[in-house]
């Protein structure tokens, strides 16, 4: 563990929203900060991704790492022209670890502001319940009073009931949504380093039903097939954002 850290360089977080760069580096900082990091392998071609979207110039950035306990941590960004910003964060157990799946999203632009804010720690266990460890810490966080909470989408039966989806209208609520990612971040990796490994496996239906259906996002499907087409949206959909541990055989 490190408490050296300073934030990777990128040329792409500098020209994103604000709320986004600070919650990139707020979410490799804790996790240099709890976890032992180690290099994780992005598959060939999906690590800095360049395309075009409706005459827009298209980016993405991955930046992975892997831990004892964590088998991917993946931050993304992405940006579409002047008209949209994104940050995506997936945190995947491996899956003899109990833990839930932290994952974080922001949607936005610098003109616009951010019209999406995700963040949930979203059980992997047979009954879709958090470890009582978990509930017990998240139920002694400080009440949210945010303006605009969204829906949660159809296929959201993966979340936890302390999934938290808003639209901040100012600043104020982007930096309590910042402090609410930093309280989720605290509890998990805290709760991941005091983890222990049970029988190998045991929790990869869950992480599987999650991907499965984080997989039926349209909406990142759609930009992605418009960008660079049906097969490489399929490619990136399972093999980079929502790939699933693979059973040693």
Same mark, same amino acid.
């Given at each position: 563990? #490190?408490? /050296?850290?300073? +934030?990777?360089?990128s040329a792409l977080r500098s020209h994103q929203h604000p709320l986004i760069q600070r919650m990139a580096v707020a979410i490799e900082a804790a996790w240099h900060k709890y976890l032992d990091l180690s290099p994780y392998q992005i598959p060939e071609g999906l690590g800095y991704v360049e395309g075009k979207l409706e005459g827009e110039r298209l980016v993405i950035e991955n930046v992975c790492y892997q831990t004892p306990q964590f088998r991917k941590l993946h931050l993304e960004l992405a940006q579409v022209g002047n008209n949209l910003d994104i940050l995506h964060c997936v945190m995947f157990p491996r899956a003899e670890y109990g833990l839930p799946i932290f994952?974080?999203? $922001?949607?936005g632009s610098t003109k616009g502001g951010i019209s999406a804010a995700i963040i949930d720690l979203s059980p992997v266990t047979s009954d879709r319940t958090l470890p009582p460890t978990y509930t017990q810490s998240l139920k002694t966080l400080p009440p949210h009073n945010f303006s605009q909470v969204r829906s949660i989408p159809?296929?959201? /039966?993966?979340?936890? +009931? %302390?999934? *938290? %989806?808003i639209r901040p209208s100012n600043p104020s609520e982007e930096a309590e949504f $910042?402090?609410?990612?930093d309280q989720y971040l605290a509890i998990h990796c805290t709760q991941a380093s005091q #983890?222990? +490994?049970? *029988?190998?496996?045991?929790? *990869?239906?869950?992480?599987?039903?999650?991907c499965h259906k984080q997989q039926q996002n349209d909406k990142t499907r759609r930009v992605l097939e418009k960008a660079f087409g049906q097969e490489w949206a399929e490619n990136y959909m399972t093999q980079m954002l929502f790939d699933v541990q693979q059973v040693a055989t």
């Open positions: 563990m #490190s408490s /050296d850290y300073s +934030p990777a360089t994952g974080a999203d $922001l949607v159809e296929w959201g /039966d993966i979340f936890s +009931p %302390f999934c *938290l %989806f $910042l402090a609410r990612v #983890s222990q +490994p049970e *029988l190998a496996n045991t929790y *990869l239906s869950g992480q599987q039903y999650y």
